[in-house]
Each structure stands twice: as C-alpha cells, then as structure tokens.
C-alpha cells in the first residue's frame, strides 16, 4: 500500500516538473491541422486513437471506483480488532479498532455515532481520488502510446501515395494530373491487382507489410530523364506541374517527415 501511494506522489511530481512537455503534446493532439493531402486519413487515425483512448478512460475509471467499493466493503466483514502483544508477559490481547479503511489517528474518537460517519465518508472520498489521481496519470501515459500507434498507421497508410507524389518531381509519371484531383491518402486502385505473395520461409509480417508499402509496378516503370527538377511547357518537373503543385509535393514530404519526427 505504501508503495502504491508513493507511486502517486512520484507521478504527480514528475508531471509537475515535466508540465511544459504535457501540455505542449496535449496541444498537438487537439491540433486539427493536417497536410490537405493526408487530412481524411490523419482525421481517420485521429478518430481511431481518441475512440481507444475513451474505452480505457472509462474501463479505468470503473475498475477504480470498483476498487473502492470493495475496499469499503471488506472493511465490514468480521470483526474490527487489532493484536496486541505484551512486552512484559508476552500475552496477545485482541484490542477493538475503528472500523475504517485505513487506520489513521484522529483527535476525536471515530468508533461510533456521526463522526464515525463522517470519518468513513471522508476516507472513502481519500481512496477514490487518490486511487483516480494514481490511474489517471498512466492513463494518460497509455493514452500518448495509443495515440503514436495510430499516428505511425497513418504515415505506414500515406507512404505509398507521398512516393507517387514525389516521383512526380522529377520522372515521368502517367496521368499525374489524375494525383492532385483526387487528394486522398487512398492508393489508387490498379488495373490488375496483383496475386497474394507467399512468404518464404523465415519471413514475418513485417517483411510482408514493408514490401506492400514499397514494391509497386509503377516504381519500375516510370521514367528517368537526365533533365529531372527543370521546367517542362511552362510547368515545373517532367510532368509540367504547376508552382503550386510542386509546392504541394514538397510540404506534403516535409509533413511526414516532420510528423515522423514527433512521433519518435
């Protein structure tokens, strides 16, 4: 018990000292923007982080007055004594307590009548705050853990469409114009999907997920001219884009590298 509520102290002072990081996090989570590409799947994986962040709150939250409750209710099953031993005779002498949930010295006698009353109120009032205050805090700590697990979903879901993106800055891409209308983190669907790759032996999923994310047909086919990055028919790049959509490209990878670097 004693290690229990220590625990306590220990988590509020480091939040206190580390209060500029909380909350400087805390900000970003309740920061809406996104980059205009990526905003229906940063939204998504936003919506995902808050929903398992809700259930562990409340799962949390119940277990704890749960907690209290049977810690309240054990306190009435048998009979409220204390041992006390002699020094001198060395005789065990059972001594009649108050019945609390946790034994504390009061100035008045919390045995019997009102402040007996009182004195429970307050002590189960102690146990569900201190308890909160305890749980509450790895809450929060779990919470920042869900949340950068759905915030590397969403930059493993975006990587495959920013390739695209910034292949169009200097190889020749087919109907890259097709790219902008869309703006979605979506893969565009290709014309033949291609068969289910069975992994050999010793490969994980990792492995799996990695080559899904990097191995496309379009990456080997496309391309490479020596007059890469230099302005084609009044557009910038191969695919003659316009200024605003190299500009577009260009935050789109400063947007996930930047969001990488947070996450990490």
């Known amino acids: ?21 909380f909350y400087r996090t805390l900000g970003i989570w309740n920061n809406p923007n996104s980059h205009p590409l990526f905003a229906e799947s940063n939204a998504r994986y936003h919506q995902i982080a808050v929903k398992k962040m809700r ?7 119940g277990t704890t007055v749960l907690s209290a409750i049977s810690w309240t209710t054990i306190t009435f099953i048998g009979d409220s004594v204390k041992k006390v031993i002699d020094p001198v005779t060395n005789e065990t002498t059972y001594v009649e307590i108050p ?8 100035p008045y006698d919390p045995s019997h009548g009102m402040a007996h009353i009182l004195t429970l109120i307050f002590q189960f009032y102690w146990l569900i705050f201190c308890m909160a205050d305890a749980n509450l805090l790895d809450v929060l700590f779990c919470s920042w853990l869900l949340f950068a697990c759905e915030q590397i979903q969403h930059l493993k879901n975006i990587m495959k469409p920013l390739m695209e993106f910034s292949a169009t800055l200097d190889t020749v891409v087919p109907n890259s114009g097709e790219l902008f209308k869309a703006g979605s983190a979506e893969q565009p669907k290709e014309q033949e999907p291609l068969p289910p790759v069975t992994p050999p032996q010793g490969e994980n999923m990792l492995d799996m997920d990695l080559r899904g994310i990097y191995s496309n047909r379009t990456d080997f086919t496309t391309t490479f001219r020596p007059t890469a990055g230099m302005t084609f028919n009044g557009g910038v790049g191969p695919n003659g884009l316009t200024k605003k959509q190299e500009m577009l490209v260009r935050s789109a990878i400063k947007y996930w590298v930047e969001r990488h670097k947070h996450i990490v």
């Open 1 to 21: 018990t004693m290690l229990f509520f220590t625990h306590s102290v220990v988590k509020l002072v480091y939040f206190a000292v580390r209060s500029k990081l």
């Open 55 to 61: 259930i562990l709150l409340l799962a949390v939250i």
């Open 99 to 106: 019945r609390l949930m946790v034994r504390s010295w009061y």
